[in-house]
């Protein structure tokens, strides 16, 4: 019986060593073949990183090294690119009790440690034994029978345990049925990286030109370093489940050519997809920046709009005038017909334009969304400050049950060397009707119109209406 015993113990030793049970295996960058990483404008990233490790046949271990630090471990998949069927996932894990010094003491607490000292008299170092009994809000020591709170000494300990490791990694229990080298993909999301597109525009002398240049940036938090890998984009308003950098960068007016870029744009799914066209390193806490686009000789609109306010339908006001600000926008089309037709991602535009002496001062920003190819942009700059815009309620009557009749006189007046046009707008409440106007009008909305009103330099132009609404 004792024989056949030891004949079982002997099989089963010699069986698990045939299928595998032997020390883990580790993979680091040094087996790394590629890595692909696409990023996404709301702080996520998913990384496909690609080795080559040499996997005996039957069940192994795998330590899998040099994974993003902010890894969601939920999301992570690893195939074999030479036979899929080749490799079964029996168990994964996610190894993330990082080695740190206080890490390290809170696995030596209620042990031994030896605490070194340098003996000015001797001038020696000296160690004492002592057990650490916590290190909640400083370190706790017992010296033979005294208890020491907190020490001078350096604390020295035998041995890092074994269930701290030096960097996050994926475990995996593998079985595989590949006699020769393993070529695997691992697949993971990772939050702590993002993009976003910053653009800036240089306008003309006229203010009908601009040279358009648009910038990605890529803030890389995630805990990793991806060498030489290949880099995708994406852009547009992905749902997920839920539990600024900038540089600036304009030059001077060049003659008129298509947008050109180094990403290669491709619609993908609701989303648009952006490919860098060579490979790229983005380190771990670096913040880097790479052409989108650039476009030049890009016609722009200068427009000047006199924006009204629901507020003053619903009550008197029996001030003389109410002086405003008339905002400075532009507007451009993205158009192939335009140098430019490439739908163009959310982000941050700045202006820019030479004075006199050719030297280029910013006008102003604003932000865009996500822009498809044919539509316009409206960029606000900013307040004018030689157009002056005032507005007057001349009459006010409630007429019966929820129904008034207003009027309004707006006074436009031109303080610039040039003729310029005024956008009046005008949001009317209920339901309204048109009495009387000195200037024609177009309905943009169901409750909102527009006065195109020409003011010529250094003259002051009326815009008169009455307009009667319910509600």
């Not at 696409?38 to 080559?52: F, H």
């Not at 894990?93 to 990082?98: G, T």
């Not at 547009?236 to 600024?244: K, L, N, P």
């Not at 820019?352 to 190819?373: A, C, M, N, W």
């Amino acid at each position: 019986m004792k024989k056949f015993v030891i004949l079982i113990t002997l099989i089963s030793f010699l069986y698990s060593i045939q299928i595998g049970f032997a020390a883990p295996l580790t993979s680091t960058l040094k087996d790394q073949q590629n890595v692909a990483i696409t990023i996404y404008n709301s702080n996520i990233g998913l990384v496909k990183d690609t080795r080559l490790i040499d996997l005996r046949q039957g069940i192994h271990e795998l330590k899998f090294m040099d994974v993003a630090g902010k890894i969601d471990p939920v999301t992570v998949h690893i195939k074999s690119l030479i036979n899929e069927s080749s490799l079964d996932v029996l168990e994964q894990n996610y190894e993330y009790d990082l080695l740190s010094p206080q890490k390290l003491l809170e696995k030596y607490v209620g042990q031994k440690v030896q605490l070194a000292t340098f003996n000015n008299e001797t001038k020696k170092e000296e160690t004492v034994e002592a057990t650490l009994l916590s290190t909640q809000g400083g370190n706790i020591f017992q010296i033979g029978d005294k208890i020491h709170i907190g020490h001078y000494g350096r604390v020295l300990l035998s041995k890092i345990p074994e269930n701290l490791i030096p960097q996050p990694t994926l475990v995996w229990m593998l079985e595989n049925r590949l006699p020769r080298t393993q070529k695997v993909e691992a697949s993971y999301l990772t939050s702590g990286i993002n993009w976003k597109a910053d653009y800036v525009t240089v306008l003309n002398k006229s203010d009908t030109l601009s040279d358009l240049t648009g910038w990605v940036t890529i803030d890389n938090r995630s805990g990793a370093t991806y060498q030489n890998a290949l880099l995708k984009l994406v852009a547009g308003d992905i749902h997920r489940v839920q539990g600024e950098m900038r540089m600036d960068y304009a030059r001077p007016m060049a003659a008129a050519k298509e947008a050109s870029q180094q990403f290669k744009e491709e619609s993908f799914f609701e989303y648009h997809l952006y490919t860098l066209d060579r490979r790229t390193t983005i380190k771990d806490n670096q913040t880097k920046q790479m052409s989108l686009l650039d476009a030049n000789q890009v016609p722009v609109k200068k427009l000047f709009i006199f924006s009204g306010h629901p507020q003053y339908y619903y009550s008197r006001y029996d001030q003389r005038t109410n002086k405003q600000k008339v905002g400075v926008f532009l507007e451009l089309e993205n158009t192939k017909k335009n140098n430019l037709g490439m739908p163009l991602p959310k982000g941050t535009i700045r202006v820019y334009k030479e004075d006199k002496d050719g030297s280029l001062q910013f006008v102003g920003e604003d932000r865009i969304d996500h822009t498809p190819k044919d539509e316009k942009i409206k960029i606000k700059i900013g307040e004018a400050f030689d157009v002056v815009g005032e507005k007057t309620q001349t009459e006010y009557k409630h007429l019966g049950y929820n129904l008034y009749e207003v009027a309004f006189e707006v006074s436009l007046r031109n303080h610039k060397k040039e003729d310029i046009k005024v956008l009046v707008e005008e949001p009317i409440p209920g339901d309204w009707e048109m009495l009387s106007n000195t200037h024609p009008y177009e309905k943009l909305q169901a409750n909102l119109i527009r006065f195109n009103v020409p003011v010529a330099k250094d003259q002051e132009m009326k815009v008169k209406y009455r307009i009667r609404f319910k509600y």
